[in-house]
């Protein structure tokens, strides 16, 4: 992590990080985020597919808004995305997972 700072902010090379996070990874087939209400009093705003800290955040941002009644643009962006699809089974999962997150970092290598 500290690396990839240090390459995206060149400026800024070495200064250390207080704080990190790091989790689960969450992917869908077709590459939509859930961001809805699951049940009475839950909402969801997860599966960022990856590379998609701004999506992870809008999602978040959309899960709570939903919480609080609050029609949005992004609310609205993510209602109209289309149901997850289900990744296929091992061990084609880990393995096409695994080729397209490389790809996806490769895309955004210069990031």
């Known amino acids: 992590m500290q690396r990839k700072f240090?390459?995206?902010f060149p400026q800024l090379r070495?200064?250390?990080?207080?704080?990190?996070?790091?989790?689960?990874?969450?992917?869908?087939?077709n590459s939509v985020s859930v961001m809805r209400r699951l049940d009475e009093g839950l909402?969801?705003?997860?599966?960022q597919n990856g590379l998609g800290t701004a999506r992870g955040t809008l999602t978040g941002i959309?899960?709570?808004?939903l919480a609080c009644g609050v029609d949005s643009d992004?609310?609205?962006?993510?209602?109209?995305?289309?149901?997850?699809?289900r990744l296929p089974p091992q061990p084609f999962q880990r393995i096409g997972a695994n080729a397209?997150?490389?790809?996806?970092?490769?895309?955004?290598r210069k990031e």
Do not use: N
């Open 62 to 65: 959309g899960a709570a808004e």
């Open 6 to 8: 240090d390459d995206r």
């Open 74 to 85: 992004i609310t609205r962006h993510f209602a109209a995305e289309v149901q997850p699809r």
């Open 100 to 108: 397209v997150l490389r790809y996806k970092e490769w895309r955004a």
């Open 14 to 29: 070495g200064m250390t990080m207080d704080y990190s996070w790091a989790g689960h990874l969450c992917l869908t087939l």
């Open 43 to 47: 909402f969801s705003g997860c599966v």
